[in-house]
């Protein structure tokens, strides 16, 4: 499938003045550096814009604890006291 496409693309490009050529291999060098910058990014930024999305009753959920009785709210082991 993925061959399918990049062919067809070729196809079509090849039939393209040079001119033209060369503003869609800008167009598609735009595309990849955009991806390099997406996928670079820090970790803290990914898990800030994915933390965003999630309303704030849901964080409300989240024991206080959590930290300290881990094994208590993963394996039903009893709780600590801080």
């Known amino acids: ?7 067809s ?7 393209l003045s040079t001119a033209e050529q060369e503003e869609v291999l800008e ?4 595309k990849l550096s955009a991806s390099e910058r997406t996928e670079s990014r820090p ?8 933390s965003s999305r999630i309303p ?3 964080w409300a959920k989240i024991p206080s604890d959590g ?4 094994d ?5 082991a ?4 801080r």
């Open 1 to 7: 499938m993925q061959t399918d496409i990049a062919q």
């Open 9 to 15: 693309i070729f196809d079509k490009v090849r039939i």
């Open 27 to 30: 167009i598609v060098e735009d």
């Open 43 to 50: 970790i803290w930024e990914v898990i800030t814009e994915i």
């Open 56 to 58: 704030e009753e849901e």
């Open 67 to 70: 930290s300290i009785n881990v």
């Open 72 to 76: 208590h709210y993963l394996y039903g």
């Open 78 to 81: 009893p709780k600590k006291t």
